[in-house]
């Protein structure tokens, strides 16, 4: 029996069973303002290709659920259901070094040429110092330097509306960031990209 943990615009999560274990089911929503075949294919290639970042992910060292089934045809993905709390959820609690990894974690996700899309303390989750990284729905290849500063400064915005007085530990997390080499340039763009935005 299925029941619906979550509708998002794009698709619906439940939590199902699999073999006899707990497990998330995604499926992506049928958009009903496309034509039924753009739709299918637009649904099947986001199936396939979320598919495709959560498998590159876990070999550039990231955590992600493990999958285990794709009906590409009917756009869902059987994955494993992890008991872990969102990031969101444990801030206030967490130590200075889970700030510095959740930063060197992201920097592995783009050296890897990932952009998760949807960076947000929604869809990390933490464990006994694990961090898991869910839900590449919107995410997408990329070497551009634009594509990961959008990326970080989008977990950035989540992670201080929710927390104002937390820029300590966002200052970790940036510490954390520059565990690769392109780390001025991704940082230095987000300083441009803010000031961008303050003269629109």
Sequence with gaps: MKKLVFEGAEARTYLTEFDGRQAIEKKRIPKKYRHKKLDDKIRNTRTRD?????????????????????????????MEYLKAKKLKEQINSMKIKNFSQTGK??????????????????????????????DFGLGFNSNKIEDFAVDLLGFKKTFLSGNPEKRKE???????????????????????????????
């Design 50 to 78: 979320e598919v495709n970042l959560l498998h590159k992910a876990k070999l550039a060292g990231i955590r992600t659920p493990v999958i285990y089934s794709v009906d590409k045809k009917n756009s869902v993905i059987v």
């Design 170 to 200: 966002w200052k970790e997390i940036e510490k954390g960031y520059c565990f690769w080499e392109k780390r001025k340039e991704v940082i230095g763009r987000i300083k441009d990209i803010e000031k961008r935005a303050r003269y629109l």
């Design 105 to 134: 974690e992201i920097a592995l996700l783009h050296k890897a040429g990932i952009v998760h899309g949807d960076l947000t303390t929604n869809n990390i989750l933490l464990e006994k110092e694990k961090l898991f990284f869910l």
